[in-house]
Structure formats: structure tokens, C-alpha cells
T-cell receptor
Framework: GAVVSQHPSWVICKSGTSVKIECRSL??????MFWYRQFPKQSLMLMAT?????????EQGVEKDKFLINHASLTLSTLTVTSAHPEDSSFYIC??????????????FGSGTQLSVL | GENVEQHPSTLSVQEGDSAVIKCTYS??????FPWYKQELGKRPQLIID?????GEKKDQRIAVTLNKTAKHFSLHITETQPEDSAVYFC????????????FGAGTRLAVHP
């Protein structure tokens, strides 16, 4: 399948700081990437859809000023958690499709980022 | 709205038994239904998927069935093994907008030797 790389794999930060997470498609171009959040023992909740060259589309209840998404190239999307607070501590995971080699619906996931805000 | 319900939330079986996980979805236009397996601290891995033009699909010990009329789909694992222990998520593809996948709440499967 297609390879999606995500960094960092874990980060610990102080409350009030911002954290940037990168998601890269390594062997394909991804015009669309998806950012999910997963709390312990819970499901993957879609936060936003990242679109190359345009604004991200946020799901209901997700603050766009809190979770900044930039998709500046066909292989890179970034999620910045601004002014992080302990309640933002979670597992963040990105995903992308490779419509060139797979049917349009198949999602491939990054390895995830465990964020802990002190 | 877009919703996927998954049951049961936990499932415990003896090695060699079968396991069945069921999901329902809300959007009758959904046409793609993948199943993911997630081990602790790792990324979800696609294990099988089915499209709306097919009623059943099998891959070795894993099978998925789809009832479009009832908007139900199920995962069947036969001859379970301890390494099948993980959290399983169903998902449904919602065709509006950017073709997003919405996930069920997950089923924690424990296979006991």
C-alpha cells in the first residue's frame, strides 16, 4: 500500500505552547489528507480535511483557529495545535488516499503522534 | 447525519472460536466499507473492505458481509488466534464533500489461548 509518514511520533509540551505535526505522503501525491484525533480507548474522530492549495474543511465542533492546518504541497500537510492545553492531549493521526494506485476510497494512515500537554 | 454504530464494544472469545462484529451506517449513498485493525499504540491497518456492489467478501479467515437494504455490515473472523487480539474499527465512506471516512466506536477483541 501507499506510505504515509508522520512526525513526531510523540511530543510533550508545556501548556500554552504550540505544537506542529507533519504528515507526508512518501511515494504518491495526496491532494487531500485527513486529520483524526483519538482519545484513549475511543474511536478515530475526524477533525478536518486538508486540501492542497486551499483552506481546510473542519468538522463540526473543531476550532479552526485552535487547530491550524496547512497543505502547501502535494506531499505535505501540517497540523499545528496552538496554545495547547492538557485537554488537547491525545493521539493525532493523519491519513491520505493514493488515487493513482488504489480506488479512491482507501485510506492509508500515518503512524500517529501522541501529544501530552503538561 | 453521518453516523456509524458498532457493536459490541468488547468481545472475548476462546482461541479457535469465531468472532462477529456488526456495524450500521446512516447514509444510504455510502458505497465503501473498510475494516481496520489497530494494535495498542499503532496505526490502524486495513484488513478487508467491501463495496456496495458486492454482498460478501472473504480473505482467508476474515470475511465481511453487507446488507445495503438494512444498512448493515459485519466482520467475521473464524478460527481466531491470540494475535487477532486488537481493536477493530468499521468505517463507512460518505460521498458528500471530500469523500471522508467515518469510523465506528471500535470493538476490543480478546482471544484467549
Amino acid at each position: 500500500g501507499a506510505v504515509v509518514s508522520q512526525h513526531p511520533s510523540w511530543v510533550i509540551c508545556k501548556s500554552g505552547t504550540s505544537v506542529k505535526i507533519e504528515c507526508r505522503s512518501l511515494d504518491f501525491q495526496a491532494t487531500t489528507m485527513f486529520w483524526y484525533r483519538q482519545f484513549p480507548k475511543q474511536s478515530l474522530m475526524l477533525m478536518a480535511t486538508s486540501n492542497e492549495g486551499s483552506k481546510a474543511t473542519y468538522e463540526q465542533g473543531v476550532e479552526k483557529d485552535k487547530f491550524l492546518i496547512n497543505h502547501a504541497s502535494l506531499t505535505l500537510s501540517t497540523l499545528t495545535v496552538t496554545s495547547a492545553h492538557p485537554e488537547d492531549s491525545s493521539f493525532y493521526i493523519c491519513s491520505a488516499r493514493d488515487p493513482g494506485r488504489h480506488r479512491n476510497e482507501k485510506l492509508f494512515f500515518g503512524s500517529g503522534t501522541q501529544l501530552s500537554v503538561l | 447525519g453521518e453516523n456509524v454504530e458498532q457493536h459490541p464494544s468488547t468481545l472475548s472469545v476462546q482461541e479457535g472460536d469465531s468472532a462477529v462484529i456488526k456495524c450500521t451506517y446512516s447514509d444510504s449513498a455510502s458505497n465503501y466499507f473498510p475494516w481496520y485493525k489497530q494494535e495498542l499504540g499503532k496505526r490502524p491497518q486495513l484488513i478487508i473492505d467491501i463495496r456496495s456492489n458486492v454482498g460478501e467478501k472473504k480473505d482467508q479467515r476474515i470475511a465481511v458481509t453487507l446488507n445495503k437494504t438494512a444498512k448493515h455490515f459485519s466482520l467475521h473472523i473464524t478460527e481466531t488466534q491470540p494475535e487477532d487480539s486488537a481493536v477493530y474499527f468499521c468505517a463507512a465512506h460518505f460521498s458528500g464533500g471530500y469523500n471522508k471516512l467515518i469510523f465506528g466506536a471500535g470493538t476490543r477483541l480478546a482471544v484467549h489461548p
